[in-house]
């Protein structure tokens, strides 16, 4: 346990170094600012991150690598150990003896396997697409199609934090008289 949580404590942190590195304007900021099309930006005031052209994102795709790397190495583990979990849950609720038994790890069950299905869900899936958009040349896909997709996408990243508590909440009966 305390191997697997300084490995995820060391890979977390590789995230947090390697945003605090490339997170930075491209070497042409300079001069993508001065597209027409950017100026209403710039009118606007304010700070702006210029990680370079669509598709070629200088410093920033390798921060985006290592949110993405870092998904690859904690993801299965999660996953693998979820369903480790969801097996043993199993096992016991098929020797159980007693019904009480049987009705709690029915309910354990559906709490784990609904937060392993969310979390798939508003977490992995938009961080794939962050990095595939970021990566990518988007111009080609209509505004019409792109907007609500972005707007999807970061609503459902934002959901994240609240979903494991609201299964949790929505699973058990004593929480939702």
Same mark, same amino acid.
């Given at each position: ?23 930075? @304007?491209? @070497? ?44 690859? +190495? %904690? ?9 480790? $979990? ?15 038994? @049987? ?8 709490? +784990? $396997? ?24 988007? $111009? $080609? ?17 934002? +959901? ?8 949790? %909440? ?8």
């Amino acid at each position: 346990q305390v191997a697997l949580c300084a490995a995820t404590l060391i890979i977390l942190s590789s995230v947090v170094l390697a945003w605090s590195v490339y997170a930075k @304007d491209s @070497d042409e900021a300079p001069t993508i600012m001065e597209d027409p099309e950017l100026q209403w930006l710039i009118e606007r005031g304010g700070t702006i991150f210029m990680f370079g052209r669509p598709g070629n994102a200088q410093y920033f795709q390798y921060a985006l690598i290592s949110v993405g790397v870092a998904v690859a +190495l %904690i993801g299965p583990v999660t996953f693998t150990l979820m369903t480790q $979990s969801m097996a043993l849950l199993k096992k016991v609720r098929r020797n159980s003896f007693s019904r009480q038994t @049987d009705d709690m790890t029915k309910r354990i069950f559906a709490v +784990l $396997s609904s937060q392993m299905l969310n979390t798939s869900f508003v977490f992995t899936f938009p961080i794939l697409i962050l990095c595939l958009f970021s990566l990518i040349d988007t $111009s $080609s896909i209509p505004g019409v199609i792109f907007a609500p997709m972005r707007s999807a996408i970061l609503l459902l990243f934002c +959901l994240n934090p609240t979903q494991t508590s609201l299964v949790y %909440i929505l699973k058990n009966t004593m929480h939702r008289k």
